[in-house]
């Protein structure tokens, strides 16, 4: 592993009590919860600079990367993350008796944030710049344009406007060439989704998948119908670099 990129395994941290100190945090208009919370926590960036070496990270450079338990993966400079005093929850104290966290519903379906749920008691709930993942089980630290480098369309000016929608919108959840979240499928390998569906309806879908599937896990994100087609320009172009074997 370089000195650029990290992975820090939270459960097995915990587990081996390197977590550090725990304490009370509060946290007004929780995202997930949409109320006032109070959780048992710990803070965040200590335990990210206990267990990697920073001094040899360019943290300018560097993004923190945090895989969910159901394979989301979003993230955001390493730089925002450390300023922000994170910190990480591992148990609702208004949780019900004798369980560690309250039932979140999300689409009809009750879940909750265990094991670990990312939480900042001093940013606005409200600041998209920051990433508030439950279910959390691993940060990882990597280079900062390790997804441009991969993902790209080096050859292909039509494809960038796709390339950055499929960036903000898509890569949280789905991977190209094994590049991003496990919760949606890989798009572009062994088999591009441009290869087998059908240019309209690809589009259609990514601007409402209810539409095509019930109980859908892909959300409705506001994408319009322009945009939706870049996105498919995009993947058609990726569609001719796919993952070597």
């Given at each position: 592993?370089?000195?650029?990129?990290?992975?820090?395994?939270?459960?097995?941290?915990?587990?081996?009590?390197?977590?550090?100190?725990?304490?009370?945090?509060?946290?007004?208009?929780?995202?997930?919860?949409?109320?006032?919370?109070?959780?048992?926590?710990?803070?965040?960036?200590?335990?990210?600079?206990?267990?990697?070496?920073?001094?040899?990270?360019?943290i300018q450079n560097?993004?923190?990367?945090?895989?969910?338990?159901?394979?989301?993966?979003?993230?955001?400079?390493?730089?925002?993350?450390?300023?922000?005093?994170?910190?990480?929850?591992?148990?609702?104290?208004?949780?019900?008796?004798?369980?560690?966290?309250?039932?979140?519903?999300?689409?009809?379906?009750?879940?909750?944030?265990?094991?670990?749920?990312?939480?900042?008691?001093?940013?606005?709930?409200?600041?998209?710049?920051?990433?508030?993942?439950?279910?959390?089980?691993?940060?990882?630290?990597?280079?900062?344009?390790?997804?441009?480098?991969?993902?790209?369309?080096?050859?292909?000016?039509?494809?960038?406007?796709?390339?950055?929608?499929?960036?903000?919108?898509?890569?949280?959840?789905?991977?190209?060439?094994?590049?991003?979240?496990?919760?949606?499928?890989?798009?572009n390998y062994p088999?591009?989704?441009?290869?087998?569906?059908?240019?309209?309806?690809?589009?259609?879908?990514?601007?409402?998948?209810?539409?095509?599937?019930?109980?859908?896990?892909?959300?409705?994100?506001?994408?319009?119908?322009?945009?939706?087609?870049?996105?498919?320009?995009?993947?058609?172009?990726?569609?001719?670099?796919?993952k070597a074997d």
């Amino acid at each position: 592993m370089s000195q650029t990129e990290a992975t820090l395994d939270l459960v097995a941290l915990f587990e081996q009590n390197k977590q550090g100190k725990d304490t009370i945090i509060t946290v007004v208009d929780d995202p997930v919860y949409h109320k006032t919370k109070k959780y048992k926590a710990i803070n965040a960036a200590y335990l990210v600079q206990n267990e990697t070496n920073l001094s040899k990270i360019d943290i300018q450079n560097t993004k923190i990367v945090f895989e969910c338990k159901d394979g989301y993966k979003p993230e955001m400079p390493l730089e925002l993350f450390l300023k922000a005093k994170p910190y990480i929850a591992f148990q609702d104290i208004e949780a019900p008796e004798g369980a560690n966290w309250e039932s979140i519903l999300k689409n009809g379906i009750q879940m909750d944030a265990a094991p670990f749920y990312l939480i900042y008691p001093s940013i606005s709930t409200k600041d998209q710049q920051y990433k508030w993942p439950y279910n959390l089980i691993k940060i990882m630290l990597e280079p900062l344009d390790k997804t441009k480098v991969a993902l790209f369309p080096k050859n292909s000016k039509k494809a960038v406007t796709g390339y950055e929608l499929f960036e903000k919108n898509c890569i949280t959840c789905h991977a190209l060439n094994g590049i991003g979240g496990t919760m949606g499928p890989e798009l572009n390998y062994p088999k591009s989704v441009t290869d087998y569906w059908i240019e309209k309806q690809l589009v259609e879908y990514i601007i409402n998948p209810a539409a095509f599937r019930h109980n859908v896990k892909m959300p409705t994100l506001g994408i319009t119908n322009h945009d939706a087609k870049e996105i498919v320009v995009y993947l058609k172009y990726m569609s001719k670099y796919k993952k070597a074997d």
